[in-house]
């Protein structure tokens, strides 16, 4: 697509009567949350799942898991993490890379909690964003699937087939998360975030997305747009 016609692109958003109908159509077509999810960093409490989700960016899914492994095989609450060398963290967390940047901003979430939080991992949004480290989107990850609340996170995925098909807008992924709960409907935040990803994962991919089969290309943007001008 040619710049001027990715310009007329970017300009538009479904409507919101459109949204509703994007939403039914990934409900159909696509698997929401199962009673066993546990969310792409898969740990058992709020604290692991912060930390495994800050070690997470920038690094695949498996590097990730190996770091957080060899983490918390050394310590797994915020005492005894600080009581750690940094130089032996950072050997630890090095398969997710930028590990002393994380080894920093961990040592950072865990003082805060302590002086800040009475060690007790905050569990709203606003709480977790002062957290060191945490963003947006691994607030999200973790409001819902370790306090299960109704929430889109906003990951790469999701991202791209919110901005690809109008659905939101945004430059960042924080800014997409906050477009999109803006614009979705109460009944579609429980699920909405393993509807779009599943879907980005399958149709809407990256490179090559399957838009002629695609059962939402009625009403994308990027879709009806491209037909419109070529």
């Not at 990934?26 to 912060?50: I, V």
């Not at 990730?64 to 009581?83: D, G, R, V, W, Y």
Request: proline share 5%; aromatic share 6%.
């Amino acid at each position: 697509m040619s710049q001027s016609k990715n310009a007329t692109f970017a300009d538009k958003l479904l409507s919101p009567a459109d949204v509703e109908k994007a939403y039914r159509l990934l409900e159909a077509h696509m698997p929401g949350r199962t009673p066993t999810a546990k969310g792409p960093k898969d740990q058992p409490d709020p604290f692991r799942s912060c930390v495994s989700c800050m070690l997470s960016a920038q690094s695949r899914d498996e590097n990730t898991a190996k770091a957080s492994q060899a983490l918390f095989a050394l310590a797994e609450t915020p005492q005894a993490i600080l009581m750690v060398e940094d130089e032996t963290i950072a050997a630890a967390i090095k398969p997710a890379g930028l590990y002393n940047m994380k080894t920093r901003n961990l040592k950072k979430m865990c003082r805060y909690l302590l002086d800040e939080c009475g060690g007790v991992v905050p569990s709203n949004r606003e709480g977790l964003m002062k957290l060191p480290g945490i963003g947006r989107k691994c607030a999200d990850i973790v409001m819902s699937f370790t306090f299960g609340e109704d929430v889109i996170a906003v990951d790469t995925h999701v991202h791209r087939v919110a901005n690809r098909t109008g659905l939101a807008r945004g430059k960042t992924e924080a800014q997409t998360a906050q477009n999109l709960e803006d614009r979705s409907p109460d009944w579609a935040l429980r699920d909405g975030h393993f509807w779009l990803l599943q879907f980005g994962k399958t149709v809407c991919a990256s490179r090559a997305p399957k838009c002629e089969t695609c059962f939402l290309n009625h009403l994308c943007t990027f879709y009806t747009t491209a037909r419109a001008e070529n």
